[in-house]
């Protein structure tokens, strides 16, 4: 390939993620102010100016969509993440992953937060979710780690702590958007995560 061939290629996939961009920011638009209801594809892809087989090739379905946001989070220092030393900072990095995540959650908005977190929304069903990053998955490969490695030993299975702590933070948001963003968001994880975790090793 020659130096022109891969700058067209570099154009084409520079448009593409403008695309696929401008798809997610239509749906965020949408969500924030018209409400999940109102978010159907031929909205989005009227909201973003692109054509439904634009949006098939960058989504398979809406919720696939909704779950790409997760990707838009700033990135976690990896250096965090490394095998922890200790039960304890091992607590201390899982806490830091989810108060990283309600930064993100307050960047979005509580309109955003309030209308994605939904029953309606498949994308928070973790048995169909995709292998993007979302938290609860850096969390289970980061405890995995450790456990593997004897320096963790939860008093349950790895997938019990796993669906408590997504329960906990999911109960963190509903209580956040609730009170409107005005509540103690980062405190109320740090409690009520700090505690669980004492227990579960």
């Not at 401008?22 to 949408?30: C, H, L, S, V």
């Not at 790895?158 to 933070?169: A, G, K």
Request: aromatic residues 10%; hydrophobic residues 35%; contains cysteine.
């Amino acid at each position: 390939m020659n130096t022109t061939d891969k700058e067209v290629l570099s154009k084409q996939q520079k448009k593409s993620l403008e695309t696929k961009h401008r798809i997610f920011r239509a749906a965020k638009n949408i969500l924030q102010k018209q409400g999940y209801e109102q978010l159907s594809i031929k909205n989005i892809c009227e909201e973003a100016g692109v054509s439904n087989g634009s949006f098939y090739h960058h989504f398979k379905t809406k919720d696939d969509l909704l779950s790409y946001y997760i990707e838009e989070q700033p990135s976690i220092n990896p250096d965090l993440l490394d095998l922890p030393s200790s039960a304890d900072e091992a607590k201390i990095a899982i806490i830091h992953v989810y108060l990283h995540y309600a930064e993100y959650c307050r960047d979005l908005g509580v309109e955003f937060i309030a209308n994605y977190y939904t029953p309606k929304n498949q994308a928070l069903n973790p048995e169909i979710r995709t292998a993007r990053p979302y938290p609860i998955l850096t969390v289970e490969n980061y405890l995995q780690k450790a456990i593997d490695k004897g320096i963790v030993k939860p008093t349950l299975p790895l997938e019990d702590v796993l669906t408590d702590i997504r329960m906990l933070v999911i109960g963190n948001v509903f209580e956040w958007c609730l009170h409107d963003g005005k509540n103690d968001f980062e405190g109320n994880i740090r409690r009520s995560l700090g505690r669980y975790l004492d227990g579960a090793f």
